[in-house]
């Protein structure tokens, strides 16, 4: 966006700060920009006094910009924050910026009621990096927030994600003040912005999710209050608050202000290599599991239109309510299974959508995220058959045998199942279990709503993500169980 604003702007022979709208005259007239010459903005300087700044005119500048309209006003010759955030040799300008930066926007928070509304998060604003005849270091000006909106849009989709990467979309106030900040202070302690993805649709769904690497893995050897601070700043929204663990602005304001943090490098702890190597190994096993169980659920979400209709046309059958009373009445077990057995038919169970016979495998709440990402496939496949017909969902192991048919996209279950034996006694049996899990190829895509409902939708074609688990089996009820499963991608 800095290249439509332009500070080394000449009007009437004086300088000032213009903002390239894009738009020719005609365009420029049928948008109706001109009335953004009457929104004024607000200039918070270091102490907290704010100034209006106003808007004095529109105009074509033949220098800058041709043919293009400009509104400019009175010179402000900022940077964008965002541009001082990013790189690597600015961090510790941008902490000790970022302060100021912080303090103002609490500042004008209150004045947002008054008609000057606030362009939200760091993007909307510009500020003064170094002392000038005009204005003191640390002093931020707040454009009119319908100016600063267009001109983020003009830039096109790429300003537009880069501004929505410090914005929460459902929070207001003094939350969405803290959400920014704690998206600031992640951007400039772990190197980049905790929100990386560049569709707008996906990126909306990891803010609302908290879906990021946490600071503590993402930046080794962090503070840990520091890291608290930013996890909780940028928590998922509470829906029923009975207590709010977002910090407000002026807390987080008050925690870097403290004296040692003058220092950027002093909210960090040395650590040892070995530590380090630790980490890192943890915020790649973080990142993996995170991006499976995101997945699922969004894939599970992204057929919930469906489960839906076909749902209430089987509850209007009683479907739903013989099939549990049928499943209670002959519920399955493992007695008289072998240890490898019990193994064998809990994997085989994937590929049957079989979750009453693999919950009978284990013991308590073990494997329970594999049994329901089963029911859920059992449901879809359920509710979906009812209007689409059968194959609805097939099994990886009459999908492989049958030579990996196109038609057959929807395919789920367990195959190149190999075990080996790693401890066996009486009452214990540990046993090493390496196998492919194979999915529908929607899972592996992030794919929007209306693709997947168009008539002409074809299901991606399916894969596999190679796992290696760690089992654990007992006796229980005079039963082989499966105890514990420890998984390994």
């Known amino acids: 966006m800095k290249n439509r604003l332009l500070s080394d702007l000449q009007i009437e022979g004086r300088p000032v700060l213009g903002f390239d709208t894009g738009l020719k005259a005609q365009a420029f007239a049928q948008a109706k920009l001109a009335q953004s010459i009457l929104q004024p903005g607000s200039i918070v300087y270091p102490e907290g006094r704010i100034e209006t700044w106003q808007p004095l005119g529109a105009a074509e500048v033949s220098s800058r910009a041709p043919g293009n309209m400009i509104i400019w006003g009175p010179l402000f010759p900022g940077e964008l924050m965002t541009e001082v955030l990013l790189p690597q040799e600015r961090k510790k300008e941008a902490f000790d910026l970022f302060r100021f930066w912080l303090r103002a926007r609490i500042v004008i928070e209150g004045q947002s009621s008054d008609g000057n509304p606030v362009y939200p998060g760091p993007a909307g604003s510009l500020i003064i990096t170094r002392n000038n005849s005009l204005y003191p270091l640390g002093t931020v000006f707040f454009p009119p927030a319908d100016l600063i909106k267009r001109i983020i849009d003009n830039e096109g989709y790429g300003s537009v994600i880069n501004a929505m990467r410090y914005v929460h979309p459902d929070l207001t106030g003094d939350e969405e003040i803290a959400f920014s900040a704690g998206a600031v202070l992640y951007t400039i302690f772990c190197g980049g912005p905790p929100f990386t993805r560049n569709n707008i649709d996906v990126l909306r769904e990891d803010i609302l999710e908290a879906v990021f690497v946490p600071p503590e893995l993402a930046a080794p050897g962090i503070d840990s209050e520091l890291a608290s601070l930013i996890n909780r700043a940028m928590s998922p929204r509470q829906r029923k608050k009975t207590i709010n663990t977002r910090p407000s602005a002026e807390s987080i304001l008050d925690f870097i202000g403290r004296p040692y943090s003058r220092q950027l490098f002093s909210w960090f702890r040395e650590i040892n290599e070995e530590e380090y190597n630790k980490i890192t190994l943890d915020r790649d096993q973080f990142r993996r599991k995170k991006e499976r169980s995101v997945k ?85 496949s359920r509710m979906r058959r009812s209007y689409e017909g059968p194959n609805v969902l097939t099994s990886a192991q009459v999908w492989l045998d049958a030579g990996q048919p196109e038609a057959y996209r929807n395919v789920f279950g367990v195959t190149d199942l190999s075990l080996r034996v790693l401890l066996e006694r009486e009452d214990l049996l540990v046993v090493e279990a390496g196998y492919l899990l194979w999915l529908p190829g929607s899972y592996f895509v992030d794919l929007e709503m209306d693709i997947i409902l168009r008539d002409d939708f074809i299901e991606p074609p399916p894969n596999s993500i190679a796992y290696r688990d760690i089992l654990e089996l007992t006796i229980h009820r005079d039963a082989w169980r499966i105890s514990s499963i420890e998984r390994m991608e």
């Open 296 to 380: 699922t659920r969004r894939f599970i979400v992204r057929n919930g239109t469906m489960l839906t209709v076909a749902m209430i046309a089987m509850i209007s059958f009683g479907l739903i309510t013989r099939g549990y009373i049928r499943h209670q009445a002959d519920l399955p077990n493992t007695v008289g299974m072998t240890p490898i057995e019990v193994v064998e038919t809990y994997y085989g169970s994937f590929g049957e959508l079989d979750h009453m016979l693999m919950e009978a495998c284990v013991i308590g709440r073990t494997g329970r995220g594999d049994i329901e990402m089963v029911i859920n496939f059992f449901v879809m």
